[in-house]
């Protein structure tokens, strides 16, 4: 009744409030920038400084700041779309806006330059780390003078290098995070991230036209080669020689037809499309060229093809001669269903080169371009195009509802399709992303079924559901992607559900929110509940393989609690599948587990209260989610110590570790003295500040290595707040310091004591254990 009765509130609320979309005027699967130059065409005309006659103008732009504020982050446009504004703690502070000024003219400085990529921290990496071209990244802010002084020269170099390089474009104010993580510490800083390269340098000449130009054809690392006349006279009449279509530039009487430069950036456009050359003909030894004849594509020979050299002339520049070029280009095979079909078995029995297929009905020239102009851009992959209007039967059964729309057919023989948008950047960034994903496959309505109705033998499936529609589904896909690269098909298959096309599949097996993430093995279904990213799907999916997690029934709930009960503690965590503090709660849950799994009398377990619902009624749980301890010695199983701390790891770690047998002993100057310097124990002292973080989240962990050594060493907290003048003749600089002592000296003797670096008890316990024992080597050597 609790989970209806949220739901339900949630409808109320979200139906009477004001939708964030609705008011900026934006699709729910609208992308940033058309988010920002949305709100930018409000704030211009809505701003108070221009409605002054309008007393609720304050009012009505803070809603619409709210609403920007909060669509702008992937992050919080998730929680947004799954929980409304209940979904923020803070969401009745009001926000500040800037003058109008600054939506005018400083607001989204690129947001209408289509040259210009603009880049944020969720595909920054994915997009210019190991690219096939090189890219040049602007890093500014708006509010700087210089940033907008370069601007202009920003947008002409964009415009001038399309399809040569990538020209990137990241506003530090929007995403101080990933400006900060690169270590950008000026605007404008500008980066040079060469091809097929994880790291970027960045440039240091002048910020003119001219020079970032210079720098630009410089990094190309082009050389076009220069063919011999009688090569060329040699390939004109034996046309079986063009292995590849060449592209010949020609110079008459060293008459330039286009600037070195320009010939470079075809060049950079085209490469591992064509072979580029270049023929120099002396005056009367080219007679069957004409004077106006820029360059000559040459095309491969093929059966149904009369071969003929193509002329290309009047070119005025580069723009021109890449028009002329992609004329001559072919389209991508156009398949058959037949033929798709055979590809797919074939790559199923034996993986080789994937495929990327357009899905059309009719044609368009704008597709014709994309078509033709995509192997410039990705050229490790077959290219083809199939006919819905002839072939429907089998985009039905690919899920192809919209038209174009793009798949890839995969090594091995998984199939996804794109959702993002039909411009070439999009296309290829999906094709590059999806192509390594071979272990990644959208599911047909068959398929779904027969995993969920235990009929794919012993297959594991992690599935994702989701709409195409859902910002936080697309957010989520590149993720899947890279977490499928490290398994395996023997040991899980990723799947994904459209369940816009599987509308029935979704409401019959109640999925209410999109994404919704589960791992299915056999009879057992996992819900994933953590953050969606790659790191914690593998996580997840290793914790369930290995569990850290105990899980508790009514069948063995007994059996293991009254087990060594006067010396095992249990931590159990009672929880329901649709609470989302429970769902928060999940990851750092596991955390703590892997954590303690290291100290044997300690148990982390949970217990699904939807699932064993007696048992949560025995234990008297009566909210979700419910943290009990069971310490030694119980003699009650009802008698179990509750904790009501917050949700995060090191909290409950710190409040588990008060309940440990071996102490944590607060040292004071004397006890320092008498019973530390004494030289009769081994100790590890912890010197902290109580002010300081990381002294606050290793303390449980000197708790939990406390317990590893309980019969060897001695363990201590010393607090350099309380005792500066102590800390500082031992030598400690920074917190926390941990410094082992095993013999008799004075405290300004700081050469005896042996300081280690730790940040949790696996490092402390390695670190303490390697000196114990070279300790006994020692000793062994000076008898």
Not at 282 to 291: A, W
Request: glycine fraction near 4%; charge should be positive; charged fraction near 25%.
């Amino acid at each position: 009744m609790i989970k209806y009765a949220i739901i339900f509130l949630t409808i109320i609320y979200l139906t009477s409030a004001e939708d964030y979309y609705d008011l900026l005027g934006v699709s729910k699967s609208a992308d940033q920038r058309e988010i920002r130059k949305a709100f930018k065409t409000i704030a211009v005309t809505h701003h108070p400084d221009k409605n002054k006659d309008d007393p609720k103008a304050h009012e009505k732009f803070i809603k619409l700041t709210t609403a920007y504020e909060v669509l702008k982050d992937p992050e919080s446009r998730k929680k947004y779309d799954l929980y409304g504004e209940e979904g923020f703690e803070n969401i009745n502070k009001k926000p500040n806006y800037h003058s109008w000024n600054y939506y005018k003219y400083n607001f989204g400085i690129y947001d209408d330059d289509p040259q210009v990529v603009t880049l944020n921290r969720n595909d920054y990496f994915e997009n210019v780390f190991n690219s096939e071209k090189m890219w040049l990244v602007n890093f500014y802010s708006p509010m700087c003078h210089f940033c907008h002084h370069l601007a202009p020269i920003w947008r002409k170099l964009a415009e001038e290098f399309e399809g040569v390089i990538k020209v990137g474009a990241v506003n530090c104010e929007d995403d101080f995070q990933l400006c900060q993580q690169i270590g950008i510490t000026g605007y404008p800083a500008l980066l040079y991230i060469a091809k097929n390269s994880t790291s970027g340098k960045q440039y240091t000449g002048e910020r003119t036209h001219n020079a970032i130009k210079d720098f630009i054809l410089n990094k190309l690392n082009i050389n076009i080669p220069e063919i011999s006349l009688s090569n060329w006279k040699r390939l004109i009449k034996n046309n079986e020689l063009i292995k590849k279509p060449m592209l010949v530039f020609t110079y008459k009487n060293k008459e330039e037809c286009l600037s070195s430069d320009d010939l470079l950036k075809v060049a950079a456009i085209f490469d591992k499309t064509l072979n580029i050359q270049l023929l120099h003909c002396k005056e009367n030894e080219c007679d069957d060229i004409s004077d106006n004849t820029c360059a000559i594509f040459l095309p491969t020979i093929s059966d149904k093809q009369t071969w003929v050299p193509i002329y290309l002339k009047n070119i005025e520049n580069v723009k021109d001669l890449i028009e002329q070029v992609l004329e001559q280009l072919p389209e991508p095979k156009s398949l058959t269903d037949n033929e798709f079909e055979e590809i797919r078995r074939e790559l199923r029995k034996e993986p080789g080169i994937g495929w990327l297929v357009c899905f059309y009905i009719g044609h368009s020239t704008e597709l014709d371009l994309i078509l033709k102009k995509l192997p410039n851009v990705i050229n490790t992959i077959n290219l083809g195009k199939i006919n819905c209007g002839r072939y429907g039967y089998l985009c039905n059964t690919l899920d192809v509802n919209r038209y174009p729309m793009w798949g890839v057919l995969k090594p091995g023989g998984a199939f996804e399709l794109s959702h993002g948008k039909n411009t070439i950047h999009d296309i290829a960034k999906f094709t590059t992303s999806s192509i390594k994903a071979d272990n990644l496959w959208a599911l047909s309505a068959d398929k779904v079924l027969s995993i969920l109705q235990r009929n794919s033998g012993k297959e594991v499936w992690f599935l994702d559901w989701y709409a195409p529609w859902c910002p936080p589904c697309m957010q989520f896909l590149p993720e899947l992607r890279k977490a499928s690269m490290q398994f395996n098909k023997s040991v899980v298959h990723f799947g994904t559900i459209d369940c816009t096309v599987h509308s029935s599949i979704c409401r019959k097996y109640n999925i209410r929110s999109y994404p919704t993430a589960m791992l299915i093995n056999g009879t057992k279904t996992y819900q994933f509940t953590a953050h969606k990213t790659a790191t914690n799907v593998i996580q997840f999916i290793n914790d369930i393989r290995n569990p850290s997690v105990i899980q508790l029934s009514a069948t063995n709930f007994n059996q293991y609690l009254e087990k060594d009960k006067d010396k095992t503690i249990w931590i159990v965590d009672y929880f329901v599948g649709w609470c989302a503090p429970c769902q928060h709660l999940a990851p750092e849950w596991t955390a703590v587990a892997k954590i303690l799994n290291i100290l044997p009398f300690v148990k982390v377990a949970n217990v699904d209260c939807e699932v064993e619902n007696n048992l949560c009624r025995l234990q008297e749980v009566g909210s979700y989610p419910n943290i009990r301890l069971y310490p030694r010695d119980r003699k009650n199983l009802n008698k179990a110590i509750k904790y009501d701390g917050p949700h995060k790891m090191w909290h409950m770690l710190k409040w588990i570790s008060t309940y440990f047998p071996t102490k944590v002993y607060d040292l004071d100057p004397n006890s320092l003295r008498k019973k530390v310097f004494s030289g009769k124990n081994v100790w590890l002292v912890d010197f902290y500040a109580p002010w300081c973080d990381h002294c606050q989240k290793l303390d449980p962990h000197i708790s939990i290595a406390a317990q590893l050594f309980s019969n060897k060493v001695n363990f201590g907290k010393f607090n350099c707040e309380l005792y500066h003048t102590q800390c500082s003749q031992a030598g400690v600089k920074a917190y926390p310091t941990l410094i082992i002592y095993d013999r008799k000296h004075d405290i300004k003797d700081v050469d005896k004591g042996f300081q280690i670096m730790a940040t949790s008890s696996e490092m402390i316990k390695e670190k303490l254990s390697n000196y114990l024992n070279s300790n006994k080597k020692n000793k062994r050597d000076e008898l």
